[in-house]
């Protein structure tokens, strides 16, 4: 029986298709948070009444494994004071459709 060439293109499409889906599977949240500014990261801190705040870090790799949750992109170490002036230290998670978090120890 000979090889037949349409069946050998099918399976080297497929082939193909399947290790690019795989490459973007963990490229996109291993790096995608290196994408996002601080910017929202500073508007949510601003919304939820800290003030002067900075940014001091931004993450972007894996940053699931670093407290923020698993549909999160990007994690921002901030310095602000609260409303009773005092320093504190907390961070912001960024995902790509879900927003800002602010979290807290």
Known sequence: MQ????????HMGALIFGLLMSVLTLTIPAFGGSFFSSEAALR???????GN???TSHHWFFVGF???????????DIRAKNALEEEVH???CRGLFKGTTIRTD
């Open 90 to 92: 907390f961070y912001a």
């Open 44 to 50: 949510a801190a601003k919304t939820h009444g800290f």
């Open 53 to 55: 705040a900075t940014v």
């Open 3 to 10: 090889p037949n060439l349409e069946t050998h293109k099918d």
């Open 66 to 76: 670093q407290g923020c949750g698993t549909g999160d992109f990007a994690k921002f």
